[in-house]
């Protein structure tokens, strides 16, 4: 059989007319954009990835990018990120080392969720009347706390009677009053009425009523 060459270095060819280390060095295993803008919000500092806010985690984000695992260093620069990649893996059994420098700027502005917690959005109101007792209260805190839906946030109006709890999301006021009527084993009344716009789609307010003896 006929041997054949390297063309850059007249090593033995391995694939392509090349030698081990040119054919690797011919392949990238890292393939990222020098700058990257994120957008991230003000006030709960998560960051917007595939219309979604969620935790920033760079690790995963940069997994994500270049589909393999990766080693990362950061440094500032003014108000930007320079994060370096680096992976190791290989070409065709041939181990291989790539880095890369990419730039993260965050655009900072305030998300939906914050700008409608801000803006005294609602879309549901708990009326506690009679003779209920702070661990409620405390009960209503620790559930929001717990809870994945971003749209919990609450805040309390003290009226003649009782307080009004206003929430951002009628879906977890209902799972809630549902945990409130079981553990304190009374009934609730719900009612809807008046009705806002959110993201274009009518909403009526939920409002529910309980009563303590």
């Known amino acids: 059989m006929r041997r054949r060459f390297c063309y850059k270095c007249g090593e033995d060819d391995f694939q392509d007319g090349l030698c081990k280390e040119h054919f690797a060095g011919s392949k990238t295993l890292l393939k990222l954009p020098a700058r990257i803008e994120i957008e991230k919000c003000s006030k709960c500092d998560l960051v917007k990835l595939k219309n979604k806010y969620q935790q ?11 589909k393999h695992e990766v080693t990362l260093t ?3 620069l003014g108000k930007d990120f320079i994060y370096k990649v680096k992976i190791i893996g290989d070409v065709k059994g041939i181990p291989k080392e790539e880095e890369a420098e ?25 009326q506690l009347r009679g003779n ?14 717990k809870t994945s839906d971003r749209m919990s946030f609450y805040r309390i109006k003290q009226v003649k009677g009782g307080v009004d709890i206003y929430f951002g999301s009628q879906r977890f006021l209902k799972t809630l009053s549902v945990k409130i009527s079981k553990k304190h084993k009374i009934k609730l009344v719900e009612t809807f009425k008046q009705s806002t716009h959110l993201d274009g789609v009518e909403v009526h307010r939920r409002i529910v009523l309980a009563r303590f003896k």
Not at 103 to 124: K, Q, S, T
Not at 133 to 143: A, C, G, L, R, Y
């Open 74 to 76: 950061r440094r500032m």
């Open 102 to 126: 990419v730039r993260i700027h965050f655009n900072v502005r305030i998300c939906g969720v914050c700008g409608r917690a801000l803006g005294d959005y609602y879309e549901g109101i708990l």
């Open 56 to 66: 920033w985690n760079p690790e995963r984000f940069f997994y994500e990018l270049a």
């Open 132 to 145: 209920f007792k702070q661990d409620v209260i405390t009960f209503v805190e620790e559930e929001a706390d």
